[in-house]
């Protein structure tokens, strides 16, 4: 009896560990993501845009512009010769994956290179969401924030059952570290994490 009110005891030490842990391996996952270069990514059939939120305290997201501005870039480079832009509609009735594609459009992709995906709520939903317009796609480049991609490529890997080639890439924005909150962006991913392992999908 004594032996398990102390393991009760040091229960939540041991998850506090536990959770210091997983942050570390995120953070630690963020810097590798981070320093993938342009020149590093292999040619691919299409680039997988993961949305986010388009509006931030009322102005444009900046951080979903630079998402889109990372594809472009591989797409401009010949990584890609297709865009795949997946995201659902905000609270505000903005279509995330719509206004991907103006953004895009306006840099220069032209738009039957563009594919919409627009219903997806949530990291699981734009991977499996996205399976129809990567059918005939047998690699493809991951592009979201630096902390989000690990999970993103697991998640790939996971509803694709690694028949697909996967990549992954950033860009060399720092929109999500520069316009603040970046710990607890990582500390939410940390969390989201948990849910996608003990969650089946």
Not at 63 to 82: D, M
Not at 116 to 142: A, D, H, M, R
Not at 178 to 193: C, D, I, T
Request: hydrophobic fraction near 40%; include cysteine; glycine fraction near 6%.
């Amino acid at each position: 009896m004594n032996k398990k009110r102390n393991i009760l005891l040091y229960l939540p030490v041991i998850l506090a560990l536990c959770w210091l842990v997983l942050l570390a391996w995120v953070y630690i996952s963020a810097l590798f993501s981070r320093n993938i270069t342009l020149d590093e990514i292999q040619p691919a059939d299409a680039v997988l845009v993961l949305g986010n939120a388009v509006y931030s305290n009322g102005e444009p997201n900046p951080c979903l512009r630079s998402r889109v501005a990372a594809a472009v870039e591989l797409y401009n480079a010949g990584k890609a010769p297709k865009l795949v832009v997946s995201g659902g509609t905000d609270s505000d009735g903005s279509n995330e994956a719509a206004h991907m594609k103006e953004i895009a459009m306006e840099l220069g992709v032209p738009e039957f290179r563009i594919v919409t995906e627009g219903k997806s709520e949530n990291t699981y939903e734009n991977i499996f969401f996205s399976t129809i317009p990567l059918t005939n796609n047998q690699s493809v480049i991951i592009v979201s924030a630096d902390y989000h991609l690990k999970r993103a490529g697991w998640l790939g890997s996971k509803v694709w059952k690694d028949k697909k080639t996967i990549q992954a890439y950033s860009g060399q924005d720092t929109c999500d570290r520069s316009s603040g909150g970046y710990s607890r962006k990582l500390v939410r991913e940390s969390l989201a994490w948990v849910k996608a392992v003990i969650t089946p999908e």
